[in-house]
């Protein structure tokens, strides 16, 4: 497999495809969800709402907090996550701009 070379794109670009990539999964989306819905940190009723295994939930929580989607506190012996407002408005901005500007610069293609 060839090596990537990211650090030819700008950073706007690198960081909407690590978003993108963070998105890329219907578990993640389902966490995000999950976390949207109830607006506060969520610690281990996250298993309790998905069809998935600790572990699992574990290894889509760890994307998503690399990804800078969701930040995590540790409370006691668990950790409670929560939206990344600064991070998810970032991201908001980034994918808004990338399908906005299909219809700004909009003429028939085929």
Same mark, same amino acid.
């Given at each position: 497999?060839?090596? +990537?070379?990211?650090?030819?794109?700008? @950073?706007? #670009?690198?960081?909407?495809?690590?978003?993108?990539?963070? =998105? +890329?999964? /219907?578990?993640?989306?389902?966490?995000?969800? =999950?976390?949207?819905?109830? +607006?506060?940190?969520?610690?281990? #009723?996250? @298993? #309790?709402?998905? /069809? =998935? %295994?600790? %572990?699992?939930? %574990?290894?889509? =929580?760890k994307e998503l907090k690399e990804a800078g989607l969701i930040k995590g506190e540790i409370e006691g012996v668990r950790i409670c996550y929560c939206i990344d407002e600064e991070a998810w408005s970032q991201a908001q901005t980034y994918i808004n701009e990338l399908f906005g500007g299909y219809y700004l610069n909009r003429e028939s293609c085929c």
């Open positions: 497999m060839g090596i +990537a070379k990211s650090e030819e794109f700008t @950073v706007k #670009d690198n960081n909407l495809a690590r978003f993108a990539k963070a =998105l +890329a999964h /219907p578990a993640r989306v389902a966490i995000l969800r =999950l976390l949207i819905k109830r +607006a506060a940190c969520i610690c281990g #009723d996250i @298993v #309790d709402e998905l /069809p =998935l %295994s600790q %572990s699992t939930v %574990s290894q889509h =929580l």
